[in-house]
């Protein structure tokens, strides 16, 4: 993630220790939403988003877990589930992720909440908020959930609804969202950059302000489950994206309102707030190049500082990467699989600077890029090390001083035929 508050414009928030390993001096945040500081990125426990169920109550275009409204076999059940979060709290993650599907479908997720928090975890819940009325807003805030993250696709009804699938949807989240505020649960917004919706965001910014939410997160699209027959943004269009992000970011911050901003799943957004900064010379821009350093971007992301449990127990560098796993909590712990550097994957993603190829090895910024998102290169190429197709960087931002290998096309992160036969040959 590149929280856009604290670099661009100096926010501080409960997350700011844990992402840039600086100490929070202007806010108090309650208990529930501190993370857990490690004394370097690369010392990290990962945070673990864990896909509670497949099962969700609508079909969103760009799922990219392929979800629908129907029974899957083989999720995990409460029992186990317990343990589980034992194991993740020994290990000491600095938080669980409740995931899905739609993981208010599933009746037991509130006992295993309440269990994540008799052990002193960190619980945040990621949901497309239709199912959220006032009393489940109400038991969200008593267990104290560090936030909700509520999935929007626009501020425009009819797009949202066509996004996800179901008519009404777009009023049925915003009552989640609004019943979240009512009650004082912290709730956060949550998009996928696509080549449409990268254009609407300036509505969006409007509702974020109007409605007062407290966070957003926009996602750059990893071409996963359904979400590969999605386009996303040509880099022209991810560059303007971004820009109008840190724009109107800064003007919110700038006129007192305490709204988190972060994009997420492409880490060559640290570089270009940077170089934008520059280009301003903007007073902090050198300070925020060593909190990029620090933080070390996909470099200490997907599997090092992000890990994923699915539906039925398999542990992912990602949840973008669940076509390969490294073993499974039903045969053994979470903490065991996520140290064992055997599988070759694994141990690449944890050193993975001198296995990088193609621009993603000549960037100047690798040290805190680090080659953006592994799982979106290896879907679009067949090569996990290949360069990631979303870098909308230019030859000359990143420093090329002559052609590195041939990379993908940038204009789309659709597979090829040729690409399709190789992935699936190495899955």
Same mark, same amino acid.
């Given at each position: ?118 052990? /002193?975890?960190? =619980?945040? %819940?990621?949901?497309?908020? &239709? ?7 109400? #038991? $969200?805030? !008593? +267990? ?39 009650? /004082?649960?912290? =709730?956060? %917004?949550?998009?996928?950059? &696509? ?7 300036? #509505? $969006?910014? !409007? +509702? ?220």
């Amino acid at each position: 993630m590149i929280d856009i508050s604290v670099l661009y414009s100096g926010l501080e928030t409960p997350s700011t220790p844990h992402r840039y390993g600086r100490k929070i001096t202007q806010i108090d945040p309650p208990a529930h939403q501190r993370m857990a500081v490690a004394k370097s990125a690369k010392d990290r426990r990962p945070i673990v988003v864990w896909n509670l169920t497949r099962t969700c109550n609508l079909k969103c275009v760009h799922c990219y877990t392929a979800s629908e409204a129907k029974k899957y076999p083989d999720e995990i059940d409460t029992a186990k589930a317990k343990e589980v979060l034992d194991d993740l709290a020994d290990f000491e993650v600095p938080a669980v992720l409740f995931s899905g599907g739609e993981p208010l479908v599933r009746p037991d997720l509130f006992e295993l909440a309440a269990h994540a928090r008799s052990r /002193g975890l960190h =619980v945040v %819940l990621s949901t497309n908020g &239709t199912l959220i009325d006032r009393p489940t807003a109400q #038991k $969200l805030k !008593d +267990l104290e959930f560090a936030y909700v993250g509520i999935s929007l696709d626009s501020a425009i009804p009819a797009i949202h609804d066509e996004f996800r699938g179901v008519a009404g949807a777009y009023e049925r989240t915003m009552r989640g969202f609004r019943n979240c505020t009512e009650v /004082g649960q912290k =709730v956060g %917004l949550r998009l996928t950059l &696509t080549r449409h919706t990268a254009q609407n965001l300036d #509505k $969006l910014f !409007d +509702l974020i302000e109007r409605e007062g939410i407290d966070r957003a997160c926009f996602y750059h699209l990893c071409p996963a489950g359904r979400g590969k027959d999605i386009f996303a943004p040509t880099h022209e269009q991810a560059r303007a994206a971004v820009d109008t992000i840190i724009t109107r970011t800064d003007d919110l911050i700038r006129r007192g309102k305490r709204v988190e901003i972060l994009t997420v799943d492409n880490h060559c957004d640290g570089a270009y707030a940077y170089l934008r900064m520059q280009k301003e010379n903007h007073p902090r821009a050198e300070q925020v190049l060593e909190m990029l350093k620090w933080n070390g971007g996909g470099r200490y992301s997907s599997g090092v500082g992000i890990a994923d449990i699915d539906f039925n127990g398999n542990v992912h560098a990602d949840q973008f990467s669940m076509y390969r796993s490294f073993g499974n909590i039903k045969q053994r712990k979470f903490s065991e699989i996520w140290q064992d550097t055997s599988n070759e994957i694994l141990a690449g993603l944890k050193d993975r600077l001198p296995r990088l190829k193609g621009r993603c090895a000549a960037c100047k910024f690798k040290e805190f890029c680090a080659g953006g998102l592994r799982a979106r290169a290896e879907i679009s190429t067949g090569d996990p090390w290949a360069s990631d197709p979303s870098c909308y960087l230019t030859d000359e931002e990143i420093g090329l001083t002559s052609a590195p290998a041939a990379a993908p096309s940038a204009e789309t992160t659709d597979m090829t035929d040729k690409n399709q036969k190789e992935f699936a040959a190495i899955t």
